[in-house]
């Protein structure tokens, strides 16, 4: 009694769908984009079902927070897919730490890192910390400032 039973989703199906385009030596981007669109279509189709069980039973934060991300992350990679984009402000690029951002750096070993980024000055053999952000910005801008304090 009060046991449902387990909502159908298409995990194996989503699965084989991308083993069948990541094993592909060369991928045309006709069936990257089909690929693409129907990995979406399994990830809305389980949103919804968890929207509907998420009605039923209580969520924990952590789980709320974590679903909050993921929906909006779908709709990070949704608007990306139906514009025929590449780039969306703010970009989620983790679930477990959302406010990380890529930065890319072009060095040779990493081209893009992440974190935080920071301005630190040293005076007199003790670092203070003059900026930390998450997004990328512009060192020569906080210059004038950094030297004045």
Known sequence: MGQRPKPRTYREKARRAYLSLAKQRRIGYRA??????????FIKRDLRIIEELAAITALSRRQYK????????????RLMYTKRVYHVEDRIVSIHQPHIRPIVRGKAKAK???GAKVSVSMVQGYAFLERRQWDNFNEGV????????
């Open 32 to 41: 990257l984009r089909r690929g693409i669109g129907k990995q979406l279509t």
């Open 142 to 149: 906080t210059l004038i400032e950094s030297v004045e304090t």
């Open 66 to 77: 974590q679903l909050l991300v993921i929906q909006e992350l779908y709709r990070q990679q």
């Open 112 to 114: 893009v890192e992440f």
